[in-house]
């Protein structure tokens, strides 16, 4: 069980952190809406909850509730440019189909 | 001619909506946004020279670049003959070119009537003056600022909707503090031509007071130094309970980085002994002047050399000390400007508690030095300068689009000179008074003045001054249908709202019949800072003067009442209840008193007052009991009781 960051998407997570001032990590997750069933939550974590899994990846804390875990399990976070479009891309062995714009998916 | 489409471009580049898998942001804690419902929002600074926009990301405010990595988007506008627009670097090529149809600094014209501009005879364009704001023959047509304004706004929203993957929610768009209401609403007008929903109008000193975090720092004064490419502008806020007040404004129209870059030109030709150059070597020195200028930030001496059409060869040292003394009087002009408006705001440099730089040419050593030294302060300078209101403005975005949790509040401006409508006697009732935090809303009661009246003229004016003539005019309009009744009993009610952009409407409303008018005030002509500097000045100088003008035009309105009201009753029943004697009596007090109406003791006319009052109680007196009388009349005293 895990997820992880890229090095480039760990660098990012650390300088939004720095530059936000407080924080103890990433929070990840889905919840069910969007087109497609499922959508990806990316949020700054104030504190870690007793039902949060926690990993550690390239030195940022990642945290994830539990229900979230096995439909992003294995997943691998980028932070990528597209044109002048940049941010979090999220690559995830899970996904078995996707809406056109990719913000929300199926497992 | 076919205009080309200018949709899917951006500086002139095409481009390609990529279909491409979200890239998504991370949002603050409980505050992800669903799938396809992203509130993107971005912070616009619509500057004089240049233009940017910006957008919080990831929690971090950051300046959005075009397809080349540039941040500053020249604001130039160039219509071409064949019905294309270009702006930004482009446009700025072929300034020198095309002067009539590449239109620069477009801001100053902004809600301006030709005579507001002042010396055009020295700018390329072909103006036509139009009512309420100028406009500017092009090679395809007249166009207005606004239109200018709407070009440069459409690639930034370009610009900012590519690099978000989205559409954009709205925007935050600065402004001068001392823009006027045209001026506010000429700007929310180009955002509208450009598709851009306008979530709110924010000052640039407030919006780089915001980029620094001072909206959460302690309260107190802040002054934001302003140095742009062509404009200097100093402004003293007072930050109470999140509340960003703006004390006074000052500055220059006609300063800039641009002179210093002049002084170094000046000193080039001086030093090579050149006269009577080309437009285009004129254009070479001036560049060259201006990237020696900037080494000299850096370094303590800078090459400038140069080739011009001739072949002549520019080859000169110049020293960062050469470049202080040379352009030490610029710098002393901005720091009287600092003292001019610590002044007006009866403010001590000591009492100033941060002091924040904005503009590219504060980078400037000597420029540091001399706003540290005049604070006894170091200035806020982390930022850059060149961003700084843009950061703002997105932070600003951000809120209002509410990606930020609920307990961050909302930062408001305030109305910088108070609003009201002229009552009898051309005295100024305000309604709302200066430095009331936007948005706003306030009513008060009117009646009537005369019996009868069946329409009231009401009109909005705008200052400190207490007589109507001593303020500036908004708008006039007419309250109609008011059914007839005794003076004073009417009941209408005057209600000012001021948007969060600081835009007026106004409305009235009569009690008893429900009959409605109500206005949206868009001055056709605008306050320069000068003036709203002068008419605060004013108030102040004249506080005294003014007091006692209210008291005299009190007086006179009351005494024209009373006459009219003695009029009316000596008319109807003087023969019947006074006699002969009494009436000569009351005629001479009268008399009397219309011979100190108009005037300027405003003492006589109150004594002159009072004697009539004394003159008619008794007449007063025998009316009351006569219409008293006729109202019983025919009823038994069970009735009344019952």
Redesign the interface.
Known sequence: MSISLTENAAK??RN?LA??GKGVG??VGV?T???SGM????????AVDCEDLQFTSNGVVVLVDQQSLPYIDGMELDY?R?????????NNPNVKDS??????FKV | MVALSRKGTQNGLP?QR???????????????A???QHRLAVGIDLGTTNSLVATV????STV????HGRALLPSVVRYAEEGSVQVGEDAQALQSQDPHNTIVSVKRFMGRGLKDVGDVSNLPYRFVDAPGMLQLRTAVGVKSPVEVSAEILKVLRE?AE????GELVGAVITVPAYFDDAQRQATKDAAKLAGINVLRLLNEPTAAAIAYGLDNAAEGVYAVYDLGGGTFDVSILRLSKGVFEVLATNGDSALGGDDFDHRVYCWLLEKNELSALSAQDIRTLLTHARAGKELLSEHSETKITAVLSGGELIDNTLTRDEFHVMSQNLVQRTVQALRRALRDAKLTAQEVKGVVMVGGATRMPHIQQAVGDFFGQNPLNNLDPDKVVALGAAIQANVLAGNRSSDDWLLLDVIPLSLGIETMGGLVEKIIPRNSTIPSARAQEFTTYKDGQTAMSIHVVQGERELVSDCRSLAKFELRGIPAMVAGSAHIRVTFQVDADGLLSVSAREAVSGTEANIVVKPSYGLSDEEITRMLQESTQHARDDMLARALREQQTEAGQLLEAVENALQQDGDALLDAATQVRIRSSMDALRAVLTGSEHQAIKRAVEALNLATTDFAQRRMDKSVKHALAGHKLSELEG
Request: charged share 20%; with cysteine.
């Open positions: 990012h997570v939004f530059k936000r990433l929070r919840r809406s969007g087109c959508a990806y939550k990316l949020e700054f974590a104030d990528t597209e044109g002048l479009n940049e941010g979090f891309k999220f809406c056109g714009c990719g913000e929300s | 481009y990529i279909n491409q898998m979200a890239l998504l942001q991370i949002a603050e804690p409980g505050l992800s669903a799938p396809h990301r990831n929690g971090v959005l670049n075009d397809a610009r590519l690099s978000l993957g």
